[in-house]
T-cell receptor
Framework: RKEVEQDPGPFNVPEGATVAFNCTYS??????FFWYRQDCRKEPKLLMS???SGNEDGRFTAQLNRASQYISLLIRDSKLSDSATYLC?????????????FGKGTKLSVKP | DVKVTQSSRYLVKRTGEKVFLECVQD?????MFWYRQDPGLGLRLIYF???????EKGDIPEGYSVSREKKERFSLILESASTNQTSMYLC???????????????FGPGTRLTVL
């Protein structure tokens, strides 16, 4: 079983739509969770950290379900500029100093 | 503003050449990482370093070596470049891991290496 799994997509949605991505992780001892965003031919950048209680940043909401070992990202009122690949990232106990495990990403395309 | 820079955005080398990729961060981070990213395979960790002169192998270290002589600089070396090392190479840095938490990694812009 892969450590961090995501649906690769692509998710093709119209502007204004709400879209949700899920990600599952295999190591139950995982401690830190993030969503990164990567634009085409650019480097990944942190979108948001994911906290146990869930957190929101504007149109973006992240949730963590430790019992089922999955993380979700909800994007409301999608914009054209949200088109990107979204990477689910996990840090787990037993990993080396600062080592994070990256999912392969989910591609989102927002159409006019 | 935090910054990770890489020596080249695009690089073309010939098979058998020795290739140096340089990465510099200005955030005084302890950890530095080298990844390669290929379509369908995602980010794969090559090597990382958590201190000067310290290094650890990642998932795919074969054919690569690294050097960290100064805290801010982490170099990736391809001793004898091969066509299967054509890829996007990304450097990242992060603060030392705190107990129970992992810190965000900051990435450089990447070097797209083509080996002919």
């Amino acid at each position: 079983r892969k450590e961090v799994e995501q649906d690769p997509g692509p998710f093709n949605v119209p502007e204004g739509a709400t879209v949700a991505f899920n990600c599952t992780y295999s190591n139950s001892a995982s401690q830190s969770f993030f969503w990164y965003r990567q634009d085409c031919r650019k480097e990944p950048k942190l979108l948001m950290s994911v906290y146990s209680s869930g957190n929101e940043d504007g149109r973006f909401t992240a949730q963590l379900n430790r019992a089922s070992q999955y993380i979700s990202l909800l994007i409301r009122d999608s914009k054209l500029s949200d088109s990107a690949t979204y990477l689910c990232v996990v840090g787990h106990a037993g990993g080396s100093q600062g080592n994070l495990i990256f999912g392969k990403g989910t591609k989102l395309s927002v159409k006019p | 503003d935090v910054k990770v820079t890489q020596s080249s955005r695009y690089l073309v080398k010939r098979t058998g050449e020795k290739v140096f990729l340089e990465c510099v961060q200005d955030m005084d981070h302890e950890n530095m990482f080298w990844y390669r990213q290929d379509p369908g395979l995602g980010l794969r960790l090559i090597y990382f370093s958590y201190d000067v002169k310290m290094k650890e192998k990642g998932d795919i270290p074969e054919g690569y070596s690294v050097s960290r002589e100064k805290k801010e600089r982490f170099s990736l070396i391809l001793e004898s470049a091969s066509t299967n090392q054509t890829s996007m190479y990304l450097c990242a840095s992060s603060q030392l891991r705190l107990a129970g938490a992992y810190n965000e990694q900051f990435f450089g812009p990447g070097t797209r290496l083509t080996v002919l």
